[in-house]
């Protein structure tokens, strides 16, 4: 059945009977929820601490293929992008209202794929999808605005402005693997089975490193990003934002082994600048990083430091002081690449 | 200059340098703000009140023309329409995230009146736009997500669903000019210099019934619904969430009076059916639509009443009770009309 046949209204009633299990009163997101899907505005139970909000559109053919990417993970991924931008300011996930805009010939079973990837990732942190909108339009765009909080009174979280002077830059994860993955797909590459199936578990389902920012807001970094555009031009918003440069040693940077076995020579550009990897990259002396290393479930690697530099330039070499040059720059909308 | 010459980077701060006014410390959602624009998410200082949140999508050629709404009222009716969201909940908007998408050869010089048409409105009710997103997209698409408050403590709030036996039907303002206007420009239609302002404004220009919503929350109020789909659409929403049937009396509704002038037997179906005059439309006991009617400083006109419909039916009759057939219904995306 096309979205046409059914209507917007009898859409709603689908898609809001899929979300129902995300506003469960078992996360404190459902405890407090007054209002979910159906009114004219979402509600619930305020708390006096720190509120966060972030959007990311979604956009079918800028910012994803349906060639590529199915519609399970199209709406896994919307929704993690968001999770990974609450991740990046040290803070914890907790409602969601999602915007989907939808050509009129869309199948209802591709629209109820969609909001079970997207339901899926919610459950699993406990987010609440409390509401939205649907409405035609040419092609599929998704738009979802996250809301979260900061578990401390302090009013700390990671900034991009929160880098000083000496300052080790740091990375979870390894990277890489989402963009080469794009690149396997896209192409139609083969790897070994192993590979395969790490590249595309990497590109299609991202997981958002929401237990890591909140131990490095814990652990007291001051400055995080989510690798969403590409390490280096991640961290040169870090950069311009601090007013500082970054120094990156290569070699340093966590090269996700499939990656490697896929792309040999190109793996470490994929690193440096494919994007969608989602980990978190920040800044900190050298007793907070220690103290990460030592307790974060997830492998964390120093890559470089942060340096005075007027242009807030981010400076690429290898081991031995060679200068490395990047051939092409990260994500930048409406700029012809 | 066009979006693709100047780069996201680029418009990001130019939009950013649009909204910082309405980052105002002389509004409270100003003095609470933490991290508005540049960072992954915004934050602020909460409360322990009701949230609230509402979203809504603003699409070219599906929502609006560019040929009828300039950019500039694009701004504007895109976040008024959130704002009327915020109102039929009886809440104060607070915050707004703003995610746009635009071809690559939108002027920079169009995107800029934009965000001056949406500054203007916010900065008439202390919204702080804090945040957003711009991407590359076929055809221009507004997303503006609207956190509100509500100020009491008794969790009480206007919903869809508060509607009971025997309570008046009720509305804010005059019906039918929005739509009379979308006539006019659409088809080029000229009237006298009255009537063609009148209409024209009501079109292009909605205001949130923000102080309204309030007043009626406080003077108690359970059930409203901003008149977004038109009159009976909506009343048909109050209508299946209180699971209730509504009478209207056509004759009582309030057709604007330029709508009269411009379109003489066609006014009363504008005023029923035509949709976007982000009026309130609300239910009472006799009572309290008494101390609304005194209270309140701009017109409201009591047109109905609630009653016990299995169906969920709203039924239209003149004063002599004549049924009266409106010709179409309201708005519903995907649906062919």
Chains 1, 2 share one sequence.
């Not at 300052?167 to 990277?175: E, I, M, N, S």
């Not at 479930?297 to 290898?318: F, H, K, Q, S, Y």
Request: hydrophobic residues 45%; negative net charge.
């Amino acid at each position: 059945m096309k979205v046409s046949e059914l209507g917007e209204f009898g859409l709603i009633e689908l898609v809001a009977e899929i979300a129902a299990p995300t506003q469960t009163r078992k996360t404190p997101a459902g405890r407090n929820l007054i209002i979910g899907i159906g009114d004219d505005a979402a509600a619930w139970r305020g708390d006096a601490g720190v509120q966060l909000v972030t959007v990311d559109s979604f956009i079918q053919d800028v910012h994803f293929s349906l060639d590529i990417t199915p519609w399970w993970e199209v709406g896994w991924k919307a929704l993690a992008v968001n999770l990974s931008d609450i991740a990046a300011m040290g803070g914890l996930p907790r409602y969601a209202v999602v915007s989907l805009a939808l050509p009129d010939d869309t199948e209802v079973s591709d629209v109820l794929a969609l909001y079970q990837g997207m339901t899926g990732l919610a459950q699993e942190f406990g987010v609440a999808i409390v509401g939205g909108d649907t409405s035609r339009s040419p092609q599929v765009a998704l738009n979802i605005t996250v809301l979260g909080i900061i578990q401390n009174h302090a009013e700390n979280m990671l900034t991009r402005s929160g880098a000083k002077v000496g300052d080790k830059v740091a990375v979870t994860g390894h990277l890489g693997a989402a963009s080469a993955g794009w690149e396997m797909l896209a192409k139609k590459l083969h790897f070994d089975a192993g590979t395969n199936a790490r590249l595309k578990e990497a590109f299609l389902h991202p997981h958002p490193r929401i237990a890591e920012g909140k131990l490095l807001l814990e652990c007291g970094v001051k400055a995080a990003i989510d690798v969403s555009d590409g390490l280096v031009s991640d961290l040169g918003h870090i950069c311009r934002a601090s007013r500082l440069g970054a120094r990156i040693d290569v070699d340093a940077v966590p090269v996700d082994p499939a990656v490697r076995t896929g792309f040999g020579e190109k793996a470490l550009e994929l690193a440096l600048s494919g994007g969608e990897d989602y980990e978190l990259l920040f800044t900190g002396d050298a007793g907070v990083i220690d103290r990460i290393t030592q307790t974060a479930e997830c492998p964390v690697t120093v890559i470089g430091d942060m340096v005075a530099d007027a242009e807030n330039r981010v400076a690429l070499a290898d081991r031995e002081g060679n200068p490395f040059k990047l051939p092409s720059g990260g994500w930048e909308h409406f700029r012809q690449r």
